[in-house]
């Protein structure tokens, strides 16, 4: 999906949530677009450190925008490192460097969805076509 004002997003939570809160619990981003600009994808982590903290990088498309074909996103994940890749692209590497209370060693679960409007995206305007839909092929876990 794209346009002003759409968030497409694939991601992940820790299973801890209703225990430790957001963002102790860990939030992996595997694959973020914000529609006005579909040809960049966004990869994340939010964790708490003492403090809220993030990480994040992001890779464009030469040509073209992700909206018109399928494309395969990413991470590589074990006990001290996360590695986002968009079509066997690497974009992006999160090291834990000694992180007080590394969220990441826990179990996660996956989100997909399709958000309209918030803080990064904006919100929709005349321009934005709906509706609007986000195609997941697969999704495929290796442990």
Not at 39 to 65: E, I, P, Q, W
Not at 100 to 118: D, L, Q
Request: overall charge negative.
């Amino acid at each position: 999906p794209k346009g002003q004002g759409i968030w497409p997003a694939i991601w992940m939570l820790g299973e801890n949530i209703d225990v430790v809160s957001w963002p102790a619990c860990g939030e992996i981003d595997i694959m973020e677009l914000v529609g006005h600009q579909p040809a960049t994808v966004h990869g994340t982590v939010h964790y708490r450190d003492d403090v809220y903290k993030y990480s994040s990088g992001s890779k464009s498309l030469t040509s073209g925008d992700f909206s018109e074909k399928y494309h395969v996103f990413t991470i590589v994940w074990d006990s001290n490192t996360i590695t986002w890749y968009v079509d066997n692209v690497q974009f992006k590497q999160f090291l834990n460097t000694g992180i007080a209370g590394w969220p990441f060693n826990k179990s996660f679960y996956f989100i997909m969805n399709v958000a309209v409007g918030g803080n990064w995206p904006g919100p929709p305007d005349n321009t934005t076509v709906f509706p609007q839909q986000m195609m997941v092929d697969y999704i495929r876990v290796f442990q």
